[in-house]
Structure formats: C-alpha cells, structure tokens
C-alpha cells in the first residue's frame, strides 16, 4: 500500500513492516475522522486544543503509545472505544508505533 500524504508530504514513518501495518490500520479506521481538518476528530480536537497541539493527528509529536492504546480501548468524548474484535491487540500495538514514529515535521493544517 502507497504511503499516506497529508498537504503533500508523504509520511516517513512507514519504514518498518510493523509501522506500514500501523499506518493501515489508521488508514481502515481513523484517517476518516483524523486526518482532514474538518473531520469530526480533528474539529473536536481543534476545540479542545485551540491548535496547539495541532488537532491533526499525523502532526503530533507528542502522542505516547500509551495513550494511542487508552484511547483507542477507552474511547474519547464523542470518539467510539474500538474493540479487539474491531482492532485487534496487535493491530493498537502497530496503530501506536504508526503514529508515535519519528515523521517529517508538517505544515499547520488550514482550519475551516
């Protein structure tokens, strides 16, 4: 699968097998809600951040694998908990190391 780009930048991360598996299952289930400015994820992280951190999710820097794990499980205000019938442990393992993996810094996302 070709690599995920975002305002035209591809993502560096999708070095490893474990993280190209990642960036699939972000691709399956969060990119709808995560990765453009006006889905609902990142206009509910945009109000929650006021930009900072970014509300986009491929341009945070500060996400632990801990947290990915805890919020995908647990779900989020509005955010869905997913279950290991839907995302499986493995599966969150790869999801977490997708997106806390050293990337290529990106440009602010326009906001509506």
């Known amino acids: 699968m070709g690599q995920l780009a975002f ?6 991360a999708a070095a490893t097998p474990a993280v190209a598996a ?13 990765t453009p400015p006006t889905g609902p994820g990142s206009i509910a992280l945009q109000r929650k951040y006021n930009g900072n951190p970014s ?4 341009q945070r820097t500060d996400l632990t ?3 990915v794990k805890l919020a995908v ?5 509005f955010m869905p908990s997913f279950r290991k019938t839907e995302i499986t442990d493995a599966e969150l393992a790869q999801l977490a190391g997708y997106l806390t993996a ?7 996302a326009k906001q509506p």
């Open 73 to 77: 499980r647990n779900g989020v205000s």
């Open 102 to 108: 050293p990337h290529q810094p990106r440009p602010a």
């Open 22 to 34: 990642g960036q699939q299952t972000y691709q399956k289930w969060c990119s709808d809600c995560h």
């Open 65 to 67: 694998a801990e947290y």
């Open 7 to 12: 305002a035209g930048l591809p993502r560096a």
């Open 55 to 58: 509300a986009i999710l491929l």
